[in-house]
């Protein structure tokens, strides 16, 4: 049970909100301004396309590399900034939908892909496919904590003993956001907010990304992050103290998703880059690249949160809302 006093002060929140405000627009400027370097020339010739990637670039520069090769077809990608993530790109393309700019989408999670195509940003309804799956983990540091002694839910990181010793990235922006917002859906608004609340309160080290968490706990800085599963990959190659604990029904599997943006200015490149990126052999690739798990796997779907994301896409405003209100910087 989450106990009475691990609520936050109202007072406290009041003094951060216009900082993280700032924060979030300055991040945001960032990445459009660095991104615009992508754009030197007008995309008219029909032999490319321009791809705005939420997928990291380390995964996916060699795949359009090996694209062009086959196609003969350049492919022009922005990449995201690790501390806004899709959001930054969501937002570009809602922006753009007047002029595409932009001929394929293709992200590391299904939150914002969903938000962009209940708002028509895509050729077609619901316009866009899944490719394997990652997930969501309790990453520890296993020089720190005894696996017997591990949480065993994301509720009992509200315990006093995790106090400050916990790590995870800004839950406005990528997903992370996608995760915090499955489990409102699931837990109930209230206790989803009370959760939220006990949390912070257990003061967490709050840092611009996944990775970020992952290295913070391979280095043993804190003893536990919420983080993803490439980046845990990635730490562990690395020879890090860290392991995934097992998924539970608190645990998000995230795919990486594609779609071919409506009115794309190439969108017969665009149809053959989504046909390429859903081969099995990318598949695999980017399942040995430790960027994805697996394929569709429907029997871990039914042992994981199974969150309804119509339900999530409606309430999005408002939970967002309470996340800024709770999770500002100080």
Known sequence: MIRRESVIRASWLRRGANLWQWAVVSASLS?????????????????????????????AEPILRQ???????????????EAVKTVGLANRLLSEQGHPQCDVFWSNEELRTRQLSSRGA???????????????????????????????SL???????????????????????AHFMALRQTFGATVWHQWCLALRENKPMLVDGNSVV??????????????????IAAEQREGAPIVALPLTRESLLIPNTVAVVKNAPHAEPAQRLVEYLQRKEILQQLIKAHALEGGQDHELARTTLKPDWDVVLADLSAATAELEQVFIRP
């Open 67 to 81: 694209f062009e090769k086959e196609t003969g077809i350049r492919a022009r990608a922005v990449f995201d900034s």
């Open 155 to 177: 509720i009992d990181l509200t315990n006093r003993v995790w106090k400050g010793k916990i790590a995870l990235a800004y839950p406005l922006f990528g997903t992370t956001a």
């Open 214 to 231: 992952a290295q913070m706990v391979g280095r043993g800085e804190v003893w536990i992050g919420l983080t993803d599963s490439d980046d």
């Open 122 to 152: 895509f050729r077609s309804t619901n316009g866009w496919l899944a490719i394997g799956y990652r997930s969501r983990r309790i990453a520890l540091n296993t020089n720190q904590v005894k696996l017997a002694d591990a949480p065993r």
């Open 31 to 59: 990445l459009l301004a660095g991104s615009l370097a992508a754009f030197d020339a007008p995309a008219t010739s029909g032999s490319e396309v321009v791809v705005y990637a939420a997928q990291d670039q380390e995964y």
